[in-house]
């Protein structure tokens, strides 16, 4: 079998972390048991482009057992569990081509060599696969069913592939389900983002300036649990909706030239580009924590902060210090890569449970549907979407009310007033 990991013999350390974070997806395993017996991806090639922690271990474990035959690489080179890569090669057979620190060459080289085995379905967290297939690869395409993504900045990418009308096979938006990003978009990245600031620094949250830039569904989680820590939060945004929304949850709204001279601890989640930069690195305090989750490391400018800055040196494993020219320090986590996956653990396995379940399903749909789908973006089904909100419900214990017949009659009907 080819692969490029790590270090083989972290297997069994990888094997019982996966079995911990396997207890945490109820969903994930019941569908692992149907795929067991019903077999639904036997004899399809599938190739994943994921963050390789422990709960993408079980997603595979469970496409597995549905009878794919996977290969796996990273979605990002400082994301990759390197203890999880080895048990996958060596207890489940499963080719990986993913080591965490991997520079960029050997980035592509690992999606390349997941590409090499000819996918009918991709499975993407960032889109990086679909986008290498149809600008290098592009002899892949007419031997694809479809494809799902992960996260929004791959679901972007893919809509703006769709306007273009240069996409060339369905994918499936599987961040847009509900089950994903109401809750791995916000409880995820809101208690991983923290933690891996914690991870990183060590810095104490209770009476500190953070400021959330970006008030979309990975915002507002950041926002809530760094104001359960005792954090006084300030949000910036560039969508009036969202700032209202931000101002009404009770946090301090500026544009992010104010909240820079402010902030003790900056956190990007926009999806966009260069949302600090230059001009913020200016009036900054001294001591500044400065870090992303957003998918790409893109959100804050580092080429000019390298450019600034006088000296720098790294004072703990994931933080960078930059001092610039009139002493002023500014301190960069994780290379401004999603620092949650960089210096954490990603999200907890109870989120990623229904994310995953998600994915297992979508690519269930696509192998039994490929053949009724065009070369869209097509969001989840609903009536996967309310299955998996179903049995997570169960899963948890929690019972609720069914409408009575009355209630509906009510519902469907528009002539009753009071
Ligand atoms: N760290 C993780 O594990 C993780 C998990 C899920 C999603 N993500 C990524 O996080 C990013 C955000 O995802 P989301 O689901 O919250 O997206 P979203 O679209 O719900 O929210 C993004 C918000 O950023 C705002 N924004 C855009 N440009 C801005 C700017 N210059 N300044 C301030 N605000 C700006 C937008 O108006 C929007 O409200 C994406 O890149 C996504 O892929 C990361």
Redesign the pocket.
């Known amino acids: 079998m080819n692969y490029d990991i790590k270090d083989i013999t972290l297997a069994s350390k990888g094997n019982l972390r996966i079995e911990w974070a396997e207890q945490y997806m109820p969903v994930l395993r019941l569908i692992r048991e149907r795929f067991a017996i019903e077999k639904p991806l036997a004899g399809i090639r599938l190739s994943a482009c994921l963050?390789v922690t422990t709960e993408t271990a079980v997603l595979m474990k469970t496409l597995k057992a549905g009878g794919a035959d996977l290969v796996v690489c990273a979605s990002n080179p400082l994301s990759t569990q390197d203890d999880v890569s080895a048990s996958l090669v060596e207890h489940d057979q499963i080719p990986v081509f993913a080591i965490k620190g991997e520079d960029n060459d050997t980035y592509y080289k690992h999606i390349a060599r997941a590409l090499d085995h000819k996918p009918m379905i991709t499975m993407d967290d960032?889109a990086d696969l679909v986008s290498t297939i149809h600008s290098e690869r592009r002899e892949l395409i007419d031997g694809i069913m479809g494809g799902t993504e992960e996260?929004?900045?791959?679901v972007i990418r893919l809509r703006s592939m769709e306007a273009n009308k240069v996409l060339m096979f369905p994918l499936v938006a599987v961040?847009d389900a509900n089950t994903k990003?109401f809750f791995?978009?916000r409880y995820?990245?809101g208690q991983?983002?923290v933690d891996g600031i914690i991870r990183a620094t060590n810095v104490l949250f209770a009476g500190k300036v953070v400021v959330v830039?970006?008030?979309?569904?990975?915002?507002?989680g950041v926002a809530m649990r760094a104001r359960g820590l005792g954090a006084n939060v300030i949000v910036?945004?560039?969508?009036p909706l969202?700032a209202l929304e931000a101002a009404m949850d009770g946090y301090s709204v500026m544009p992010?030239i104010e909240a820079a001279k402010m902030g003790e601890i900056f956190v990007t989640?926009?999806?966009?580009i260069h949302?600090i930069r230059e001009e913020h690195y200016n009036v900054m305090k001294d001591g500044t924590i400065v870090c992303n989750?957003?998918?790409?490391n893109v959100e804050i400018d580092i080429d000019t902060l390298e450019k600034i800055c006088t000296k720098k040196r790294r004072i703990r494993e994931y933080v960078d210090e930059y001092t610039l020219e009139d002493g002023r320090k500014i301190n960069l986590l994780g290379e401004g890569r999603?620092?949650?996956?960089t210096a954490a653990e990603?999200?907890p396995a109870s989120v990623m449970d229904m994310s995953f379940a998600n994915q297992a399903l979508c690519a269930e749909y696509i192998a039994k549907n490929a053949d009724k789908l065009g070369k869209k973006v097509y969001p989840v089904p609903k009536e996967i979407d309310e299955r998996i909100a179903k049995l997570k419900l169960d899963s948890m214990g929690i019972e609720i009310d069914d409408l009575t017949d009355e209630q509906q009659k009510y519902l469907a009907e528009w002539t009753m007033g009071t």
């Open positions: 963050h960032g996260t929004t900045t791959g961040n990003h791995d978009n995820g990245t991983s983002t830039c970006g008030y979309g569904w990975c915002g507002r910036t945004e560039t969508d969202r992010s989640l926009t999806g966009n949302v989750s957003g998918h790409f999603l620092i949650n996956l990603g999200h």
